[in-house]
């Protein structure tokens, strides 16, 4: 039986690099029984058929796991924007942030295409509230080199809204790459989506990187979220007024006393970090206990 990582999950078949071979494997029937399904970054166990292709055995304990990306056990989630077309909103960031810390992944803000708008003021809201922040330029090279040690020897996940440029930056990362990229829309200033699977690339940094279907704000509303009491922790920079509201059970969305609204009015916590926070803390409180727990034993 040999050891390896899921590169990429396509039409049934799972491909395993055991690290000096990808090995197309069918998944065995007891994973379907289990109601587990190996996901792209899962080390696994398989077993190597005569034929040159694999049957995987077993799927190893995972460090977090995503749906939207489908990838598991990731080190660093690169959240891809822009404040040129399409300028991305920063609700988009501020919910893949708090998924990736409820899943205890790391979260690193790459403002992509300064060459045609700084990124300056989207770069700021980020650097406050404590997250590395990165401003590039796939068209340029601009901050590529800065982009390629913070990924070196992890493995990580590129995600972002439609056209923000995820696949263009992974090209301009490796020369070999020819990923496929998509034309912005002029009419609805919005990308189209180019990458239609998860794959882990191998870069010659030593990272394992994914390039992950773009999303639009509909689909943001379909991913998992944390419960509406876990929310605030996955707020950084809310952690030093934790505790100090009037009251115990504070909210934090307009309860009088409250700390991190202060803060909020200080200008220690941007306001649209807030907003974020309180859009995704109604979300969160209307998602019924018998249906969260119905998601979770999907």
């Given at each position: 039986?040999?050891e390896?990582?899921i590169?990429?999950?396509?039409?049934?078949?799972?491909?395993?690099?055991?690290?000096?071979?990808?090995?197309?494997?069918?998944?065995?029937?007891?994973?379907?029984?289990?109601?587990?399904?190996?996901?792209?970054?899962?080390?696994?166990?398989?077993?190597?058929?005569?034929?040159?292709?694999?049957?995987?055995?077993?799927?190893?304990?995972?460090?977090?796991?995503?749906?939207?990306?489908?990838?598991?056990?990731?080190d660093?989630?690169?959240?891809?924007?822009?404040?040129?077309?399409?300028?991305?909103?920063?609700?988009?960031?501020?919910?893949?942030?708090?998924?990736?810390?409820?899943?205890?992944?790391?979260?690193?803000?790459?403002?992509?295409k300064?060459?045609?708008?700084?990124?300056?003021?989207?770069?700021?809201?980020?650097?406050?509230?404590?997250?590395?922040?990165?401003?590039?330029?796939?068209?340029?090279?601009?901050?590529l080199?800065?982009?390629?040690?913070?990924?070196?020897?992890?493995?990580?996940?590129?995600?972002?809204?439609?056209g923000?440029?995820?696949?263009?930056?992974?090209?301009?990362?490796?020369?070999?790459?020819?990923?496929?990229t998509?034309?912005?829309?002029?009419?609805?200033?919005?990308g189209?989506?180019?990458?239609r699977?998860?794959?882990?690339?191998?870069l010659?940094?030593?990272?394992?990187?994914?390039?992950t279907?773009?999303?639009?704000?509909?689909?943001?509303?379909?991913?998992?979220?944390?419960?509406k009491?876990e929310?605030?922790?996955?707020?950084?920079e809310?952690?030093?007024?934790?505790?100090?509201?009037?009251?115990?059970?504070?909210?934090?969305?307009?309860?009088k006393?409250c700390?991190?609204?202060?803060?909020?009015?200080?200008?220690?916590?941007?306001?649209?970090?807030?907003q974020?926070?309180?859009?995704?803390?109604?979300?969160a409180?209307?998602?019924?206990?018998?249906?969260?727990?119905r998601?979770?034993?999907?």
């Amino acid at each position: 039986m040999s050891e390896g990582v899921i590169r990429k999950a396509l039409s049934g078949f799972y491909y395993v690099d055991d690290g000096a071979h990808v090995v197309a494997c069918r998944a065995r029937g007891k994973h379907r029984h289990a109601g587990l399904s190996p996901l792209v970054g899962d080390r696994v166990r398989f077993t190597p058929l005569e034929n040159g292709a694999g049957a995987l055995d077993e799927i190893l304990p995972r460090k977090n796991e995503f749906y939207r990306p489908a990838v598991a056990n990731i080190d660093l989630l690169v959240v891809v924007a822009s404040q040129a077309v399409p300028v991305t909103d920063p609700f988009l960031i501020d919910r893949v942030a708090a998924i990736a810390a409820a899943r205890g992944c790391e979260t690193l803000v790459c403002v992509n295409k300064c060459d045609l708008e700084s990124g300056d003021e989207l770069a700021a809201i980020y650097e406050k509230a404590g997250f590395p922040t990165l401003r590039v330029s796939a068209q340029t090279g601009e901050g590529l080199e800065e982009l390629r040690q913070a990924i070196a020897g992890r493995v990580c996940a590129f995600t972002g809204n439609s056209g923000v440029g995820k696949s263009s930056i992974l090209n301009a990362l490796e020369v070999d790459f020819d990923l496929a990229t998509g034309e912005i829309s002029d009419k609805l200033g919005r990308g189209r989506h180019t990458t239609r699977h998860v794959e882990l690339f191998r870069l010659s940094c030593g990272a394992l990187a994914a390039d992950t279907p773009g999303f639009s704000s509909f689909d943001v509303d379909k991913m998992e979220l944390a419960r509406k009491e876990e929310l605030q922790y996955a707020f950084r920079e809310f952690a030093p007024y934790l505790g100090e509201c009037r009251f115990q059970d504070c909210a934090h969305v307009k309860e009088k006393g409250c700390a991190v609204l202060a803060a909020v009015k200080a200008g220690e916590i941007a306001p649209t970090r807030h907003q974020s926070y309180v859009r995704l803390y109604e979300q969160a409180k209307a998602i019924p206990d018998w249906e969260r727990k119905r998601n979770e034993s999907l």
